[in-house]
């Protein structure tokens, strides 16, 4: 079992929708969950950062930590064609600066 | 800050060559992170440096794999007699060392073994 699972879509919504992606995680020594984004033929671009459980908005993002459950999420509101692309969950134990675990990445497509 | 280059960004070769890739991190980004990401997947961790001293490594990065960076500023990811396992994307990131400091990717070197 990886310690770290990611439903890897394709995920298809219309342009203005609430997309919603999701991760758990098996290690309950992870504190430090990103989401990252990643177009095609480029490397990951980090969208979100949170320490521990809780809420941390950004713009059209949000991304929840819910520690008890190991499970993480990231909302998108007002989903635009440009953000297609592969969403990728990651996680530390120690901080963002040492070894990354990545989920699998959810292809998400928006429809204009 | 021009971002993470990485240096060439597609190699094909023939199985059983030796390949060398090259990284340029951020300036004054005191870590430095090498990646592997095969299609579909996300990012698998090799190894990274703090400085020029590599602080840990992957189980992944077996002995035909090295990684230096000889002077705690460029990096180089040198694998040698090339399998077709290893075609994949190499990935290569830096920060700054700290609790709260994020990783910055450069957009990698897709290695493709004919």
């Known amino acids: 079992q990886k310690e770290v699972e990611q439903d890897p879509g394709p995920l298809s919504v219309p342009e203005g929708a609430i997309v919603s992606l999701n991760c758990t995680y098996s290690?309950?020594?992870?504190?430090?969950f990103m989401w990252y984004r990643q177009y095609s033929r480029k490397g990951p671009e980090l969208l979100m950062y949170t320490y521990s459980s809780g809420n941390k908005e950004d713009g059209r993002f949000t991304a929840q930590v819910d520690k008890s459950s190991k499970y993480i999420s990231l909302f998108i509101r007002d989903s635009q064609p440009s953000d297609s692309a592969t969403y990728l969950c990651?996680?530390?134990?120690?901080?963002?600066?040492?070894?990354?675990?990545f989920g699998s990445g959810t292809r998400l497509s928006i429809r204009p | 800050d021009t971002g993470v280059s990485q240096d060439p960004r597609h190699k094909i070769t023939k199985r059983g060559q030796n390949v060398t890739f090259r990284c340029d991190p951020i300036?004054?980004?005191?870590?430095l992170y090498w990646y592997r990401q095969t299609l579909g997947q996300g990012p698998e961790f090799l190894t990274y440096?703090?400085?020029?001293?590599?602080?840990?490594k992957s189980r992944l990065l077996s002995d035909r794999f090295s990684a230096e960076r000889p002077k705690g500023s460029f990096s180089t990811l040198e694998i040698q007699r090339t399998e077709q396992g290893d075609s994949a994307m190499y990935l290569c990131a830096s920060s700054f060392d700290g609790v709260n400091q994020p990783q910055h990717f450069g957009d990698g070197t897709r290695l493709s073994i004919l």
């Open positions: 290690n309950s020594a992870f504190q430090y």
């Open positions: 440096f703090q400085n020029e001293a590599q602080l840990e």
């Open positions: 990651a996680m530390s134990a120690y901080s963002s600066a040492s070894k990354i675990i």
């Open positions: 300036s004054e980004h005191n870590r």
